[in-house]
């Protein structure tokens, strides 16, 4: 923080990470003038600390306080239960808060967070001990009772959230134990403004809540309801069905939706991004029935990581998907060279590839026949704007492939890890033709020793 303290740089985002908060007004002074997104991440800090610094950030605009519990401190007060009065007009420019998983935030703190900050468009409390049992609410909350500083309740949250006037347009509540109730409730205040909503792993959603999402807020974009198994073929129809602005679908690990499901999707001509990760409901021909479908010319990002992919499906993605700027096709066994070659053939706009444990990749997979008389493609180095590449675990690659194929001047991150067969000669044409990279990971690459190493150091 010393040399920061004395920059003539203009810093602007600032994230503080497993650290114990540092006070230094001289840095804070410096820094905090220009600061518009400022992230605590599991630091400690006392409460007079934290009030002191964030009175020198007046031009936030994002301000994260994530796992760090000390928001809270011993006797059951907030940070701003205590200096609440003196620091509104700090944080009254504030539009994005992130809270996730504090685990011992109280309804008291929330409060007084949410008054101390502007009008909020965009919330995460991913992970936080948020009640929703009615009975629980009653229990802490007889009639008179002001906000609670012992838990954290739907209801109290809801209701400040209300009060403040807060338009929002992005809400996490991802790991929380959101219900159908409370989503419905949620829908139905901010059905004309919201427009992107995450709630990976909220095992108490079920149909009636995304229904009554999809009827209440048709205008959403965003819709990621990860790793809930309980979402089916007739939670993705209707779905489909009703959110025709949607553009971006995060669906991984909801197993229990197969082939019948997937179909609906034709009907979101919005679609860019998409997340199909471990869909392992879904058979090899539903995928080719679906991504044949029709021509999906907006479609940018494609995950269908885990899941039950073949060359065919490939093949269609390659065809009808000629725009896509991310693949990720990891740990999808079934996939051989053939489909490897399709991908750097067509999809020349790639920016970023994932082919993690392929384990039928070989060196084949990564270069071709020279055919330069026709102008062809000759190999992955194709893909010239290529930014970021995973092969680990493809174990059969070796020297040849990556001499053949690695040529990347735009490369950052590189992933070979568990590619056991490379030397250093891999190495040493890694530092001559990847020059811009700066992740590099080998490892469990057992040929490799210090002196391999060096030439890309």
């Keep these: 923080m010393a040399v920061l303290a004395k920059t003539s740089t203009i810093i602007t985002w600032l994230v503080v990470k497993s650290t114990a908060l540092d006070p230094d007004a001289e840095f804070w002074g410096h ?19 934290f009030v002191s610094l964030l009175r020198k950030c007046r031009k936030l605009e994002h301000l994260t306080i994530s796992d760090c519990d000390s928001v809270v401190s011993e006797t059951g007060q907030s940070v701003l239960d205590k200096a609440a009065s003196r620091i509104p007009s700090t944080l009254a420019g504030i539009k994005a808060l992130d809270l996730s998983y504090n685990k011992s935030l109280t309804d008291a703190a929330f409060h007084q967070l949410i008054t101390a900050v502007g009008s909020l468009s965009t919330l995460s409390l991913e992970g936080c001990p948020l009640s929703v049992h009615a009975a629980v609410y009653h229990r802490f909350y007889p009639p008179g009772t002001g906000h609670s500083r012992l838990l954290m309740t739907f209801h109290d949250t809801f209701q400040t959230l209300l009060e403040s006037g807060a338009r929002m347009r992005v809400l996490n509540l991802s790991r ?98 998409a997340s199909f990760s471990d869909c392992s409901g879904c058979e090899q021909q539903g995928f080719v029935k679906l991504f044949s479908s029709r021509p999906w010319p907006r479609m940018r990002a494609l995950d269908l990581s885990s899941c039950r992919i073949d060359d065919a499906v490939l093949r269609c993605i390659t065809e009808q998907m000629p725009m896509l700027v991310s693949l990720d096709v990891s740990q999808t066994t079934q996939l051989t060279a053939d489909a490897v070659r399709t991908i750097w053939t067509h999809l020349r706009l790639l920016r970023i590839l994932r082919m993690a444990c392929c384990s039928k990749i070989t060196d084949a997979a990564l270069y071709g026949p020279d055919n330069s008389e026709s102008f062809e493609p000759a190999s992955l180095a194709c893909l010239t704007g290529l930014k970021a590449l995973s092969l680990n675990g493809c174990c059969q690659l070796s020297d040849a492939g990556v001499l053949s194929a690695l040529y990347f001047h735009e490369l950052t991150t590189l992933d070979l890890g568990h590619c056991d067969l490379l030397t250093a000669v891999s190495l040493k044409h890694i530092a001559s033709h990847v020059p811009s990279l700066s992740k590099l990971v080998l490892s469990f690459c057992v040929r490799l020793d210090d002196a391999a190493v060096t030439p890309v150091l």
């Design 31 to 49: 820094v905090g003038k220009t600061l518009k997104k400022l992230e605590f991440k599991s630091c400690d800090f006392h409460p007079a600390e």
């Design 176 to 273: 929380t134990t959101i219900d159908d109730n409370s989503l419905i409730e949620l829908s139905k205040a901010y059905s004309q403004t919201l427009q992107e909503l995450h709630v990976v792993s909220c095992v108490l959603l079920s149909r009636r809540g995304v229904k009554a999402l999809c009827l209440n807020v048709p205008r959403l974009k965003c819709l990621n309801i990860a790793l809930n198994r309980q979402i089916d073929d007739d939670c993705l129809t209707t779905i489909c069905a009703n959110l025709k602005d949607l553009e971006e679908l995060n669906v991984s690990g909801c197993t229990k939706i197969t082939s019948e499901g997937f179909s609906a999707l034709v009907h979101l001509e919005k679609l860019q991004h």
